[in-house]
């Protein structure tokens, strides 16, 4: 795949046959090098793992008992002569950047990025590099993230309006990052954080690791109607529709995510209402962190990888699609 | 409500919040409160236009899609095939448009009669000049309200206000009468010829005498047990498959108007003659049909009668129709849509034992049963009266607007379905934007060649689509811009209610509703239907 055969993209995943190491493999393996904890980069069954040293506890968390060694961002790991290091993707508290060099040649792995500082993951950094992996969740020219200060205006104004009408406001995020991220984001005045278990552990673990959260108060049931009306409930997205929501009616659902920007997803997603945040870059996001890699290949995997290629192409870059096995639980 | 200048300065935001509220929820309160408060916020001459939009009277299309799409691929600064792949995926164009677009330089208010007197402003203007209008526009927007213009400019608002929905807002909002709303908002008119006073305030305007009367419609059911009452309480009749009308015999005019509100009146001039031998205040509901030589024809036939813009007297003479009647909503004069529907239907068999039978005016014909184990055999034998079922109605319901529960059932036959090899995909629109769910399908011919014959978007869940989706992801030949050509494999079951003579396919068939009812993994593509059964069907179906 790459000039020399540095990393080689197989049905398990990416992979240096030099150092013997695949990179976010699909399937067990002998040596993982784990970008970050999300269940469709870290998967169970690997000998061994290594990350960054703040996503580690999520992922021991995640994956239970497993062989895992960190590597702190910026640091050079040698196996077999190949460097391994890790850089700040700023996709959720954690997420790395992996770069692989050999003999003078470098290959970035961008894992899940986003380009703009969310104030609690790691911020970006882009890596010069020859040969640039690059995902494309969000590869098309429709999607603009707005500043997040906007959004979580706009989330503060409909958790009010519901309370005023009655509703009880629940906000819809992924447990690892978007929760996170909502929870530092919501401005005090919303009052009180309620969570769902899964988020609630995840948060747990984090603040264990040293890492500093504001409070919440775990949904139970000693808590009225009324306690929870004067706050806001925070649950993961496979809860909507759910029995858990059933005695909380009259309910407003929010789903927050990337995919909220198109009306079709809204609908989909049967969300009152969508907030348009997301962990991954927008177009402007990813042609910019493309182009600062000043790398002359690029590879485009998750997400519209033809789209993303040919307009790098049009640009006058080196630019291939690379089809990922997990495209399938991205459009869900 | 006193409207207050504030207000109206903010303009077309109300109009948007409107259709963001349509657009958010499914609960007719929500809804109708929604279209209230739009209404007590606005000027009369964004009622009307929202009243308008909501029922198909948009503004005339000034500006072509084509020329938008380049404009907007140009003001995005992005090649046009990207502008493409963009569309395709976002399944929208107004959206598509509003998203690509660099934020606004200003933001400016104006009312939504404003912004469309300015897309009206842009007929027949040069081409360069109407870009710069659309530009400035586009540039004084932001992104929801440019959603919003450029929905305006397309004419493509798809959201759902029935009318029923319409009418009740509006009669909340007047305090007039809802049925008396209903009958206000049909037929033709538009918000340049009418205004909110004299459409919907006043008591008569010069329009009524062609207005229709909103439609009844039926809810299907699948089994005969699920009728209520006694066999006694029910009529049946065959259910037709033409085009719905309704023609109206008042003050010496005669006027036929489709279910879609359309006046087709031209489309059907060997009608207009009925009118000497109808009694002046009468309105006549049912089915306009295909037909000569005492049998129904293809639904192809009346297709050209609808399309063709001039009916010559070639069309007349190859495409002939009847109007096939089963209601009496107007009777000397009076609206007697309350009178249950017995009692309508005597009063048509009366007026039908003075028609002349070689008029193009027939009665659709009661058919009698004793007990309701008597409807099966009679919807067994209903295709071969060129009939697509049964039509089940209480003889008690009166004729109300829109559908109602227990009042008309359709009770139709059940649908053709053929195994069909799936052979190309395509990603969806909208909804299934991300996952492929056009799939076109083929099957064998005689000489061994997989034609294609049918498209099929509907009928598989979800968790189905997905891993249809990796399946072909894995098994793609080759692709064409959003479509992939995948390998001859996977079996699905195609159902649909008609199958016709094509031309323009290459297998030589042509499918009415076709949908995917089941995937067939348990076949191989040695067992799916051939062209022959196809070809056979549609021997059997003529």
Known sequence: ??????????????????????????????????????????????????????????????????????????????????????????????????????????????????????????????????????ESTFGLPVYHWQDQKWVFNEMEEWCKNNRNNGQL??????????????????????????????????????????????????????????????????????????????????????????????????????????????????WEGLNEAISLTGAENIFVTHGYTDILSK??????????????????DEVL | MPILWKQISKGMRYFETLFLSLEETTKTNEKVSALIDYLSSVPDEDKMWMIGIFSGRRPKRTVSTKNLRRWAAEKAAIPLWLFEESYHIVGDLSETIALLLPPPAIEVQKSLNDWIQLILSLDKMEEDKQREIVFDAWDSLNTSSRFIFNKLITGGFRVGVSQKLM????????????????????????????????????????????????FHLAYSINEVTDLKGEPADWVAEYKWDGIR????FRYGHYFLWSRGEELITDKFPEFEHLSSVIPPGTVLDGEILPFK????????????????????????????VVFRVYDLLEWEGKDIRTKPFIERRTLLDQLFTSIDSTLPLQLS?????????????????????????????????????????????????????????????????????????????????????????????????DKEFIEINQWIKKNTLERFGPVRKVTAELV????????????????????????MVRWRKDKVIAEANTLEDLQLLLKKSR
């Open chain 1, 169 to 282: 406001s629940i906000l819809y995020g992924y447990s690892l990052g978007k929760a996170q991220r909502i929870l530092q984001g919501l401005p005090e005045s919303v009052g009180p954080i309620f969570t769902h278990s899964t988020i609630e552990a995840v948060l747990n673990v984090m603040r264990n690791q040293g890492v500093s959260l504001k409070n919440t108060i775990p949904v139970n049931e000693h808590l009225t109607r009324a306690d929870l009306l004067s706050g806001v409930i925070i649950a993961p997205p496979a809860v909507q529709n759910s029995n858990w929501l059933k005695k909380f009616e009259p309910i407003r659902n929010g789903v927050v995510s990337g995919w909220m920007a198109l009306r079709g997803a809204r609908r989909r997603r049967n969300a009152d209402k969508g907030f348009v945040l997301s962990d991954h870059a927008d």
């Open chain 2, 245 to 248: 009308g309704q023609a109206i």
């Open chain 1, 311 to 328: 307009w790098l192409i049009d640009k006058g870059l080196n630019a291939h699609p690379l089809e990922t096995n997990f495209e399938g």
């Open chain 2, 293 to 320: 030589d005492g049998l129904i024809l293809p639904f192809q036939h009346i297709q050209t009668r609808v399309t063709r813009k001039k009916i010559t007297s070639a069309i007349l003479k190859v495409n002939p």
């Open chain 2, 492 to 515: 699905f079951e195609i159902a649909f209610e008609g199958i016709q003579e094509s031309k323009r396919h290459k297998s030589g068939i042509a499918l009415r509703f076709p949908r």
């Open chain 2, 365 to 461: 014909p009661v058919l009698p049963f004793a007990e309701f184990d008597e409807l099966k055999i009679l919807r067994e034998a209903s295709s071969e009266n060129g009939s697509e079922g049964l039509m089940l109605k209480n003889k008690h319901s009166t004729y109300s607007a829109g559908r109602k529960k227990g009042e008309w059932w359709k009770w139709k036959i059940d649908p053709f379905t053929v195994d069909a090899i799936l052979i190309y995909a395509q990603s969806g629109h909208g909804r299934r934007a991300n996952l492929y769910t056009d799939f076109t399908f083929a099957v064998y011919s005689q000489e061994g060649d997989l034609l294609p014959f049918t498209k099929a978007y509907s009928g598989l869940t």
């Open chain 2, 167 to 214: 009418a009740k807002a509006l009669a909340e909002f007047t305090h007039i009468d809802p049925s008396d709303i209903a009958l206000k908002l049909m037929g033709e008119w538009s918000p340049l010829t009418y205004s909110f006073k004299s459409l919907i305030e006043n008591e008569e305007n010069e329009g009524s005498h062609s207005r229709p009367y909103p």
């Open chain 1, 1 to 134: 795949m790459t000039n020399k055969g540095l990393l080689v993209h197989t049905a398990l995943g990416l992979y240096c046959p030099k150092a013997d190491v695949y990179l976010d493999p699909w399937k067990p393996v002998k040596k993982a090098i784990l970008s970050h904890g999300h269940a469709d980069h870290a998967r169970w069954g690997s000998s061994s793992y290594l990350c960054t040293p703040t996503a580690a506890p999520v992922i021991k968390y995640r994956l239970g008992e497993i062989n895992l060694e960190t590597l702190p961002f910026g640091e050079e790991k040698l196996i077999n002569g190949v460097s391994f290091s890790f850089h700040p993707a700023g996709h959720i508290l954690g997420s790395a950047q992996i770069k692989v060099s050999y003999k003078g040649e470098i290959v970035v792995f961008s894992g899940d990025y986003k380009t703009a500082n969310d104030g609690f993951s790691e911020a970006f950094e882009p890596v010069k590099c020859h040969t640039f992996i690059t």
